[in-house]
């Protein structure tokens, strides 16, 4: 039976031959291969490739060379091309001689990068407590900047103090880093006012609400989103509600292959193995006391174990910043974090194990976080508690009365009240929904998921 050349060492090879588009001999090959490999062997993967169109020899006898062809050649060039168009004009986060170095290689392009697996020891070699991604100074210098008004408060009270302006910033900030086109201001308008961005993509205007439910699940009851399996899983069912090609994804952990985007990182696949490091990654974090080492933690294994069949960087970005809410410290709310760089650290994470860079943009973007919110929160309108509390039960009020075509009248919320809402709050309930009545038109009944012809026919209904 003829030997099997495994995909790897093919792609090792076309690398190495890659780097060398003036040709290279055999014996030069056998000495840059990290492996001995054998002569039949390498002469049989250099036909391989022949055979592929991938690389073409030229020459006889000593003389022989490999060298890639024209048409791998051009593709190599266009991608150099592409990333020097990037980073000709790009802002960048100040990063560190590690995290330049991390930046140069993910930068090369594709063919050149050696592809990779997950790693276990990656995970392993961490102890909780004793390993530290971020060094006793560098995080003491974090507590300083990340030191709230509510530091001696209940657990959860600086985040909801801000919940406002937190909803909008790490919303949009967290989609920019996945491309989304809204901004800042249009953000705002679809929180605030339940208005979608004119021209945008429906999934673009989907993923910035789902955002907007993760957080406030987060915020409204910190006991409940403690660090735990249950609450990231909960994260991903808000954060991938309605853009997943498989809705029965949503919430759960994935059972099939998956690939990264412009990496050569290959996750792992088989769903048992997946389900039990991600209960080990959740267990280890979960251990970690110091809020920043925890955040950062979670930033680089999620994403690394790809628990998910998307969305997984998303539910780090949140997941992140349970610590903080927990500690009433800052949030994280990525805002102005350059999208490459970003990119940049997480590539050098799946495909050198290195955290460097990463940390770099962590460490800039949470320095970003502090100016935005530590310097304005006395100008911060608190939230009104006892609406958060009800959010859920005041948004399905107002959706049956306008689904039923009901009025919207103090008898007809007072008999819509829900029995999880206490007797004692009663009066403010039914205050609340005629409230949100007085606002409610076309435009923002999407809060309530409400579709424009349901708002219609009650409108026609119930307008004197």
């Known amino acids: 039976m003829p030997k099997v050349t495994s995909p790897q060492a093919l792609e090792r090879l076309a690398a190495l031959i890659s780097r060398h588009p003036e040709g290279i001999g055999i014996e030069q090959l056998s000495q840059q291969l990290k492996a001995s490999v054998p002569r039949r062997t390498l002469q049989r993967r250099l036909a391989l490739l022949i055979q ?123 989609s920019q880093l996945e491309g989304n086109t809204y ?78 985007g412009g990496s050569v990182y290959m996750p792992i696949a088989l769903p048992q193995r997946l389900d039990e490091l991600f209960g080990v990654v959740i267990h280890m974090a979960a251990q970690i006391q110091d809020p920043f080492e925890q955040s950062f933690f979670l930033m680089v294994h999620l994403p690394y174990l790809q628990p998910f069949e998307d969305i997984n960087k998303r539910v780090s970005r949140l997941a992140a910043n349970i610590p903080f809410i927990r500690h009433n410290l800052c949030p994280l709310s990525f805002i102005d974090v350059p999208q490459q760089a970003y990119v940049d650290g997480m590539i050098g994470v799946y495909e050198l194990n290195r955290v460097d860079l990463l940390r770099d943009v962590f460490v800039w973007a949470y320095e970003r976080s502090c100016q935005q919110y530590v310097a304005v929160q006395h100008n911060l309108v608190p939230p009104d508690v006892f609406r958060l509390r009800y959010r859920q039960a005041l948004s399905e ?68």
């Open 52 to 174: 592929q169109a991938r690389i073409q020899s030229r020459g006889e006898g000593r003389a022989l060379r490999y060298q890639p062809t024209p048409q791998v050649l051009a593709a190599i060039a266009q991608e150099r091309l592409q990333i020097t168009d990037q980073t000709s004009a790009e802002i960048y986060v100040p990063t560190s001689p590690e995290g330049e170095e991390i930046k140069v290689y993910v930068r090369q392009a594709r063919p050149l990068r050696k592809p990779v697996g997950y790693h276990t020891a990656f995970l392993t070699a961490y102890q909780p407590n004793h390993t530290a991604y971020l060094p006793p100074s560098l995080r003491d210098q974090l507590h300083t900047l990340g030191r709230s008004p509510a530091e001696q408060t209940q657990a959860g009270t600086f985040a909801r103090d801000i919940l406002s302006r937190l909803l909008i910033d790490l919303s949009w900030a967290s």
């Open 397 to 464: 009020v107002v959706a049956t009365i306008v689904r039923k075509l009901e009025p919207a009248s103090e008898a007809t919320a007072r008999a819509k009240v829900p029995a999880l809402v206490s007797a004692t709050d009663h009066e403010h309930f039914v205050t609340l929904v005629l409230e949100e009545f007085k606002t409610l038109h076309a435009g923002n009944a999407i809060r309530f998921g409400l579709r424009p012809l349901e708002f219609a026919a009650w409108q026609e209904k119930n307008t004197p």
């Open 183 to 260: 901004s800042r201001l249009d953000t705002e308008r679809l929180i605030e006012l339940g208005q979608a961005a004119e021209g945008k993509n429906a999934l673009e205007t989907q993923m910035i609400l789902n955002h907007k439910a993760a957080i406030e699940y987060l915020v409204s009851d910190t006991d409940q989103a403690s660090l735990s399996t249950s609450t990231v899983i909960a994260l991903h069912a808000f954060l991938s509600d309605g853009l997943m090609a498989d809705p029965l994804a949503c919430g759960r952990i994935r059972n099939r292959a998956v690939e990264i």
